[in-house]
């Protein structure tokens, strides 16, 4: 069936004549997009369905790190392209010493609610009308209480985890390539890898109770008033700043400022180019769950 649709799909490429319909041989550049894109998708579903449900990994480890060995990951289903499961697998098969644990919407639900109802960020999390966000919420309360990684569900790692820091470091920065839209001002940060850069956080490494982590949690649910009710132009863009890396730079530098001596490890720009911005086959999950990327004019938690 794969082989039959790919011919089929090239001969339309082509301008060669299908039963139902000739596409020209020189389309519009938007719409010869618009053709390729949609072609690639449907190759997709063939090649990727059926989903293969992501299952929790748990070894049996004695560790000897201050950070736990355990990561930590969520999504808002555990069914996933084939493609993307097998990277997900590769990723673990890499760091054998760790357990995987995957949340899905209901579980990452369940978690917040009997564990964080007492705290204001409890609130703000299910007032967020956005899975990103969420995610965003849940990787610092999970991290707080338990220790261990946190890993987006379309990221990775070409290292084992355990490699990129020794067992007394209590947590790992790292950095995005972009620059952060405001410069620092403490001249502690001048001595930073990259101090001008947003600190990194899709993918993370803490001991349980990191006071940084507190100190997020405890900003994110100060900021609130700032953003409830209110329509974004660019909704992905106010959840960067409120509770994603724009929000984490912004208190990972106040952390850092005032905490000279810590003892966290410092990786330059992707765990020292170490880390993976996209799983090989991740894009499909956007197939079943639209990516908020796109959308316009919405607010982001009520």
């Known amino acids: ?137 849940f990787r610092y309360c999970i991290l707080y209480d338990l220790g261990g990684y946190y890993f987006d569900i379309a990221k990775g790692c070409n290292v084992p985890l355990t490699q990129l820091h020794n067992q007394n470091h209590d947590g790992i920065i790292t950095y995005e390539e972009n620059t952060f839209f405001y410069p620092p001002k403490n001249k502690n940060l001048f001595n930073l890898k990259r101090p001008f850069n947003y600190f990194l956080q899709w993918g993370l490494a803490f001991q349980a109770k990191h006071p940084f982590l507190k100190e997020l949690i405890d900003e994110i649910s100060k900021n609130y008033d700032f953003y409830k009710n209110i329509e974004f132009d660019n909704p992905k863009l106010a959840i960067l700043n409120f509770t994603g890396p724009g929000m984490y730079t912004k208190v990972m530098r106040k952390y850092l400022s005032e905490n000279p001596n810590n003892n966290l490890k410092e990786l330059d720009i992707k765990f020292g180019n170490q880390g993976i911005f996209k799983l090989k086959g991740s894009s499909v999950r956007h197939y079943i769950i639209p990516s908020y990327t796109y959308l316009t004019n919405s607010m982001i938690c009520r």
């Open 1 to 137: 069936m794969a082989e039959w649709f790919k011919a089929h799909a090239w001969n339309a490429c082509i301008g060669e004549t299908l039963s139902w319909v000739r596409i020209p041989l020189s389309p519009p550049k938007k719409m010869k997009n618009n053709i390729i894109y949609k072609l690639k998708k449907n190759i997709r579903r063939i090649t990727e369905f059926p989903l293969v449900e992501i299952k929790d990994r748990i070894v049996q480890t004695t560790n000897e790190f201050c950070i736990p060995n355990n990561v930590y990951q969520t999504w808002e289903t555990r069914f996933l392209g084939k493609t993307h499961a097998n990277s997900i697998k590769l990723f673990r098969d890499n760091n054998p010493s760790l357990s995987f644990y995957l949340f899905d919407k209901k579980k990452r639900d369940d978690y917040m609610s009997s564990n964080w109802s007492n705290h204001d960020i409890s609130n703000i999390y299910f007032s967020s009308l956005f899975g990103p966000m969420k995610a965003d919420i």
